[in-house]
């Protein structure tokens, strides 16, 4: 079918083809929480009896949640601003509010990626010493004592942490400048290969250590009676959920760097696959480590404290590796896989945030990165390299993720398949361009089991949090750093839905046409 357009605006980037495409969805799903936190939710969750719930969970919320993504990318070609008004011109502040989420995520994970490099280098000469605990929150990140009376937000910067994370808003900078194909793919062609060799290397000395074996069971041994409690349940669906990178503009800004001809639904499969076979891995690696541990100071894995996010990585497994033999290489490999892993995450947050602006107020790519990376780089700088910078980051990375985003996924759903009812129109977008064809499944996955499970997280969560607070923090901090956050979230992506576009996304005509006619007119306005 040929096409005209009356779009003035320049031609679309895109990646140089199917297999940058996919390295780069791995890339962003493959991040610090496959890591760090599927093998503590898979070990709290029942052990081997979690993988059941954590497979269904993949299957009815993980790939139908990433074709949606990606349908709605493909199919109406821009970021979620743009995306969301031309699917109805209210719901642009939707892809605002998802935006603005991908910012504030930004501005923090950039600082978790600092501390790997730091403790990257740190592991040459094993600098945390035997008490790695001590070593992290005080020496290294000089946290704040607000127990005792400490301030719970101050300027006073950590060297340690101010320099490698400048260097990293520095890389990623650098990366978004360089455009789709010179820039983001680029940069995963590079790292992921490296992050799975790496990583790959440091599981499978693990698994020889001594005591390795005592850590799989603990993994791996199945409680069956776990499967009866409905939080087993809403674990496995918020793992998915929160490790494909999807429901926050992450996955649409991709797929709209694609080839208007291009498979949607295969390379899907493998992101998704992929990104939950390095999920196994890790905890593999991590278990057979904790093992190892447990061996070595005489005690039981289920006694051993820390097997889940930042103090696994930045506690717990500096002990481990203090122990091991050649403990300064596979130290070095940990941190640097934690650092790899991170970075390619990071690029794709931001880049959603770039592309939002970039398309509205017809920035050009450098200006956008410029403008958004300075910004960003100097909340960051200023929130998360001083002594207050870890209750920060728990805090707000709290509030935005398990609040903002799983919010973001269940309004997409309500107003996308019961309000709008696009959800045929999405559908068969992907059956036309795609080998893998959708069945109506996908409308009962969408439409009921994913806002249903996730509404529920959401309400469970919100709750909770009025209740019972969050970590025992002062209740007028998380006021302001906790609920503020979502304040933040919902007026900056109002705020940011009233200026005019410096170019109109209005006159666009989706590809192919739908509903689908036997016809070979030529269709005007077509996304180039």
């Known amino acids: 079918m040929s096409t005209t357009t009356t779009d003035t605006s320049p031609p679309r980037e895109q990646f140089t083809g199917q297999v940058g495409f996919i390295l780069s969805a791995i890339g962003s799903a493959v991040g610090l929480g496959n890591i760090w936190r599927f093998p503590g939710v898979a070990y709290e969750n029942g052990g081997g009896a979690f993988l059941v719930p954590y497979v269904i969970a993949l299957l009815t919320a993980g790939i139908p949640i990433l074709f949606l993504d990606y349908a709605l990318g493909h199919r109406f070609r821009g970021g979620p601003p743009t995306v969301f008004r031309r699917v109805k011109k209210w719901l642009e502040t939707l892809g605002w509010f998802q935006v603005m989420i991908c910012f504030v995520i930004s501005i923090y994970y950039a600082a978790i990626i600092g501390w790997a490099l730091s403790f990257f280098v740190y592991s040459f000469t094993l600098k945390w010493g035997d008490d790695t605990a001590g070593f992290f929150t005080g020496d290294y990140l000089q946290l704040s004592d607000v127990a005792n009376g400490g301030a719970w937000f101050t300027l006073d910067f950590v060297p340690a942490v101010l320099i490698p994370l400048l260097l990293v808003w520095v890389a990623t900078i650098v990366v978004l400048v360089g455009g789709v194909a010179k820039g983001i793919e680029k940069a995963n062609v590079i790292f992921l290969p490296l992050l799975v060799v790496a990583f790959s290397v440091l599981v499978v000395r693990a698994i020889f250590l001594d005591g390795a074996t005592d850590g799989l069971n603990a993994l791996f041994t199945p409680d069956w009676g776990a499967l009866g409690d409905m939080n087993v349940w809403i674990a496995a669906y918020g793992q998915i959920f929160f490790s494909l990178s999807v429901a926050f503009g992450i996955m649409i800004t991709y797929s709209s760097y694609r080839k208007r001809r291009a498979n949607l639904t295969s390379p899907g499969l493998v992101v998704a696959f992929s990104n939950s076979g390095f999920e196994m891995l890790a905890g593999i690696g991590v278990f057979a480590a904790l093992g190892f541990l447990a061996h070595e100071q005489g005690v039981a894995v289920a006694d051993l404290e820390g097997i889940t996010g930042p103090i696994l990585s930045f506690v717990t497994f500096p002990a481990v590796v203090s ?108 059956n036309a361009v795609s080998t893998v064809q959708v069945g109506r499944w996908w409308y009962v996955c969408v439409g009921a089991i994913v806002p249903a499970v996730l509404a529920y997280m959401l309400v469970s969560r919100i709750v909770d949090l009025v209740q019972n607070g969050y970590e025992g923090y002062d209740d007028t901090y998380l006021l302001y750093a906790g609920w503020g956050t979502l304040v933040v979230l919902v007026v900056g992506a109002v705020v940011l839905t009233l200026p005019r576009w410096r170019r109109s996304p209005d006159d666009f005509v989706a590809w192919p046409v739908y509903p689908p006619v036997m016809s070979t007119t030529t269709t005007k306005g077509a996304a180039r």
């Open 323 to 430: 122990q091991m033999p050649a403990g300064p290489l596979f130290g070095a490999l940990f941190f640097g896989s934690l650092a790899m892993a991170g970075f390619t995450s990071l690029i794709s947050i931001l880049q959603v945030v770039a592309a939002g602006f970039q398309e509205k107020f017809g920035l050009t790519r450098r200006q956008a990165v410029l403008w958004i990376g300075g910004v960003a780089a100097v909340l960051s700088v200023v929130g998360f390299s001083t002594t207050t910078g870890l209750i920060a980051l728990d805090t707000i990375d709290n509030w935005s993720n398990n609040i903002g985003i799983v919010a973001s996924a269940v309004l997409m759903c309500v107003f996308l398949v019961w309000l709008l009812r696009t959800s045929p129109e999405l559908r068969f977008h992907l």
